[in-house]
Each structure stands twice: as structure tokens, then as C-alpha cells.
């Protein structure tokens, strides 16, 4: 089982430019979330996917959506890039059913210049 | 409002015993986790609790105290590789896996 595998693992965009990152989840898991985690703060939560639809969202701008594929693999789609949107972006991956853990990918290392 | 808070950093001498201690405030409450993640790797599932009480997994154990807002994450026998970031993490809403994450408290572990 490969786990959460996410592409690339870094990337460096200038300032203006627009970026997507991407997530496969874990094999028999069908949610998919994304969250930005700033250096030295804990992950932020930026949306979540379920049946290829935005479920919920968390406190961000428009610049950042998404899209879920119908074998769940995900992608963070990020507009006119700041330099403040510099940060480990990582996806998480579960199973709708049941109250488990989430798995979270190894993150896409994200510089904008 | 969504908070949570925990230590930024603490110190430990390997062999020992140490408690990360947790408070949240958030609109929702379905479950409480902990994470390890160390420097440049995803975040990695310790424990979770969902009832108030202990659950004990190993080295590491993890207390729930809904009414209080309050849990902590206990480290038995440190050792130098448990020195990494512990994620507290409350999973809001009744579906799904969005958490609300606190800061991470860095744990460095001395020998």
C-alpha cells in the first residue's frame, strides 16, 4: 500500500503565478482534505472532497480550489500567488465510514518568489 | 471561535516521562488526536480519544476530559527518535476528517 502520495514534493513560483498540486489517497479512501501549514505553526484546514464535491472549507480565499477525480485522487489549485501562500501544503486522506485517522501525505513544498 | 492551544516547546531527558497537555475551544467536537511530525515529514497518528478517559497504546497514552476542554498526550521511556513536533488536533463536524490543529509543541528529547 503506497499510502498518501502527493506531487511534487517542491516547488518554487513566482509571485502572480498560478499552481496545482497533487494528491492520490490512501487505497480504499474516499475523503481527501488539504491543509497549509506555515512554518513552525500547525496545519490549517483548507477544504475537504467527498463524490467529487467541496464538502467544507475552511478560512481561505477563492484564489485556492479544487477538484476531486472520480478515483478520488485530488488536486489544490492556487490563483495569484503571494509570497505569504509559502508552505508545506499536505493532504489527508480517510475513509468516510467510521470515525478513523486521517493519513497525511508527505506535502508539497511550496516557495513562491 | 476555534482554539487550541498547547506548549511551543519542551524539554525531556531520554529514559524519562513526559506530558504534553491540550485545551481546545471549538464549535464541534467528534474526537480528539494526536499527530507526530518530524521536521519536513507529513504528520504521523498517535492516538485518539472520543469518551473522556485514558487510552494507552505502548510507550504513549493519551487523556480525554471533554467537560474540561483538556487532554494530554503522555511519553513513556524517551527515547532521542521521539524528538519530533505532537500535532493536538480536534476533528470538528460530524463527518469527514477536517481537524482544527493547534500550534505543535516541539519536543526535543536529550540524552
Known amino acids: 500500500d503506497a499510502g498518501v502520495t502527493q506531487s511534487p514534493t517542491h516547488l518554487i513560483k513566482t509571485r502572480g503565478q498560478q499552481v496545482t498540486l497533487r494528491c492520490s489517497p490512501k487505497?480504499?479512501?474516499?475523503?481527501v482534505s488539504w491543509y497549509q501549514q506555515a512554518l513552525g505553526q500547525g496545519p490549517q484546514f483548507i477544504f475537504q472532497?467527498?463524490?467529487?464535491?467541496?464538502?467544507q472549507r475552511g478560512n481561505f480565499p477563492d484564489r485556492f480550489s479544487g477538484h476531486q477525480f472520480p478515483n478520488y485522487s485530488s488536486e489544490l489549485n492556487v490563483n495569484a500567488l503571494l509570497l505569504g501562500d509559502s508552505a508545506l501544503y499536505l493532504c489527508?486522506?480517510?475513509?468516510?465510514?467510521?470515525?478513523?485517522?486521517?493519513?497525511f501525505g508527505q506535502g508539497t513544498r511550496l516557495t513562491v518568489v | 471561535g476555534q482554539n487550541i492551544d498547547q506548549p511551543t516547546e519542551m524539554t525531556a531527558t531520554e529514559g524519562a516521562i513526559v506530558q504534553i497537555n491540550c485545551t481546545y475551544q471549538?464549535?464541534?467536537?467528534?474526537?480528539l488526536f494526536w499527530y507526530q511530525q518530524h521536521a519536513g515529514e507529513a504528520p504521523t497518528f498517535l492516538s485518539y480519544?472520543?469518551?473522556?478517559g485514558l487510552e494507552e497504546k505502548g510507550r504513549f497514552s493519551s487523556f480525554l476530559s471533554r467537560s474540561k476542554g483538556y487532554s494530554y498526550l503522555l511519553l513513556k521511556e524517551l527515547q532521542m527518535k521521539d524528538s519530533a513536533s505532537y500535532l493536538c488536533?480536534?476533528?470538528?463536524?460530524?463527518?469527514?476528517?477536517?481537524?482544527?490543529f493547534g500550534p505543535g509543541t516541539r519536543l526535543s528529547v536529550l540524552p
Open positions: 489527508a486522506s480517510s475513509r468516510e465510514q467510521g470515525l478513523t485517522e486521517a493519513f
Open positions: 487505497s480504499g479512501h474516499d475523503t
Open positions: 472532497y467527498y463524490e467529487e464535491e467541496e464538502r
Open positions: 488536533a480536534v476533528r470538528d463536524g460530524d463527518y469527514g476528517q477536517n481537524f482544527v
Open positions: 480519544n472520543v469518551l473522556d
Open positions: 471549538t464549535s464541534g467536537f467528534n474526537g
